[in-house]
C-alpha cells in the first residue's frame, strides 16, 4: 500500500503538534512543508512520522544511536527559541537534516554541525535535493559548536546533554537564545538561555525526554 505522506504530515501537525501548545504559524507550516520521509532510511519510511523518535544511525563501538527527534519536543523547542526570519541559527547535532530543513524555513539561514562524517554526508545531498538552500552542513565535535561562523542569534541543540558548554555561550550574539533539553530520561528539562549584555541566564520551559547526543557527557570527578 502507497502513503499518502502529504496527508501524514497534516495528520502530525494537526495531532502532535497542536494538541502540545506548537501554536507558531510559520513553524506549523514548515512542519507541512518539510518531506520528513526523506531523512529517514528507506527501510523507516512507514515510521517517519509516528509520534516517537525514529532512528537514522546505529550504535557502534565508537558512538551512540542517533535519532530523529520526536515531532512534538523538537516543534516545541524550535518555538521556544523564538527564530526570526533574519536568524544565524546553529543547528547543533542535526542527524540527517531534517530539523535544519525546518528551520531554514523561519530563519535567514542554518549552520548545521554535524559530528558524524556519515550522517553529515546524507545531510548535505538529502538537504540539496529538498532545496534547503540556505543550510550549510559542517563535520565537527558538537559539544564545541562552530565558533568561525559565529555570533549566532539562535542556538538550538537537538538532544539531551548533561550540560551546555561555555564556550556555546560564547557563540551567542548579545540578545541571543540557546535552546536544550538537560537532564536524561524523564529527568529531562528544556531549557531556554538568554545572553544580555553579555550575561547568560535560563529559565525551565517544560519537561521533556528525548534521546541523548555524543560530547556532552559531565566528567566524573575525583572526590577524596
Known sequence: MMLNFEDLRIKMVDNQLRTTDVTDKPLLQAFLDVPREKFVPSTRHALAYIDDDVLVSAATADSIARYLMQPSPFAKLVQLANVQPDDVVLDIGCGTGYSSAVISRIAGSVIALESDRNLADQATAI??????????????????????????????????????????????????????????????????????????????????????????????????
Do not use: W
Not at 535535493?129 to 568561525?148: A, R, T, W
Not at 541543540?157 to 538537560?182: A, N
Open 127 to 224: 538537504l540539496s535535493e529538498c532545496g534547503s538552500d540556505c543550510v550549510v552542513v559542517v563535520h565537527g565535535p558538537l559539544e564545541k559548536g562552530y565558533p568561525s561562523e559565529a555570533p549566532y542569534d539562535v542556538i538550538i541543540i537537538e538532544g539531551s546533554v548533561d550540560h551546555v558548554p561555555s564556550t556555546l555561550f560564547d557563540q551567542l550574539k548579545d540578545g541571543g537564545r540557546l535552546v536544550v533539553v538537560e537532564g536524561a530520561g524523564n529527568a529531562g528539562k528544556a531549557m531556554l538561555y538568554g545572553k544580555n549584555d553579555g550575561v547568560v541566564s535560563g529559565r525551565r520551559a517544560f519537561n521533556s525526554a528525548v534521546k541523548p547526543l555524543p560530547g556532552f557527557e559531565k566528567v566524573a570527578e575525583f572526590e577524596f
